[in-house]
């Protein structure tokens, strides 16, 4: 069965540090989003690709990046980890661009940053 | 894309229908309203989405409003595991989805 995975699914680091996180989704959809999910805020956007090559910047992506060299794969990387990007991560797929549909999510990253 | 108000929480008894309403008085003619759910510390799942018409699916109904300013998710006979948070999104088709904080729906036996 196609799914979207991510890695790890706990991560604890030290202030400073690099961080990536992996999301491979197995659907061959051209969207992949990456959401992170802190108490009080609900879900809140941090960056997404409509296909490859393709990223874009959402409501909270400051100190993040991402990349998309192929269809499967969207990694978040946190440059130098700080203690406010203490979060559960979560990334998703959905299908072309243009077409209503769902949004397929992973069952989540929760990241320590001490 | 238009912005959505829900009540923070609410209750219902377990079959009973749940009834979860949403505003979103800006929206456009061409967003969609989809509604998905969080269930503990999963990953949200989809549950429906519709742009005029009324829709029903294995889960759940949506009712939008003539005027498409507000509408309603309809869990017909509510369960204990259909306590989760609730969001309601208004969005142009494809496009990343903003979630907000949703309601929290606690199913009680």
């Known amino acids: 069965d196609a799914e979207i995975t991510q890695s790890p699914r706990h991560k604890i680091t030290e202030t400073g540090r690099q961080v990536t996180l992996a999301c491979h989704q197995t659907?061959?959809?051209?969207?992949m989003f990456w959401y992170r999910q802190d108490l009080g805020h609900g879900l809140r956007l941090i960056h997404y690709?409509?296909?490859?090559?393709?990223?874009n910047k959402g409501e909270v992506s400051d100190g993040y990046s991402v990349s998309r060299s192929n269809t499967e794969d969207l990694p978040l990387t946190l440059e130098s980890a700080a203690s406010s990007q203490t979060s559960v991560y979560f990334c998703?797929?959905?299908?072309?661009?243009?077409?209503?549909?769902?949004?397929?999510f992973g069952e989540g990253s929760r990241l320590t940053v001490l | 894309d238009a912005k959505t108000t829900q009540p923070p929480s609410m209750d219902c008894a377990e079959g009973r229908a749940a009834n979860l309403p949403c505003n979103h008085s800006?929206?456009?003619?061409?967003?969609?309203v989809y509604w998905y759910r969080q269930i503990h510390s999963q990953g949200p799942q989809y549950i429906i989405h519709?742009?005029?018409n009324n829709e029903t699916n294995e889960m759940a109904s949506l009712i939008i409003t003539e005027d498409r300013k507000s509408s309603t998710l309809i869990l017909p006979h509510a369960t204990l595991r259909d306590t989760a948070v609730y969001y309601c999104?208004?969005?142009?088709?494809?496009?990343?989805?903003?979630f907000g904080k949703g309601t929290s729906l606690l199913v009680t036996p």
């Open positions: 998703a797929s959905s299908e072309s661009f243009g077409l209503p549909g769902e949004l397929f």
């Open positions: 659907w061959n959809h051209n969207n």
């Open positions: 690709s409509y296909g490859v090559h393709d990223t």
């Open positions: 800006t929206i456009s003619g061409n967003e969609y």
């Open positions: 519709g742009l005029k």
């Open positions: 999104i208004v969005a142009n088709s494809g496009y990343a989805l903003n």
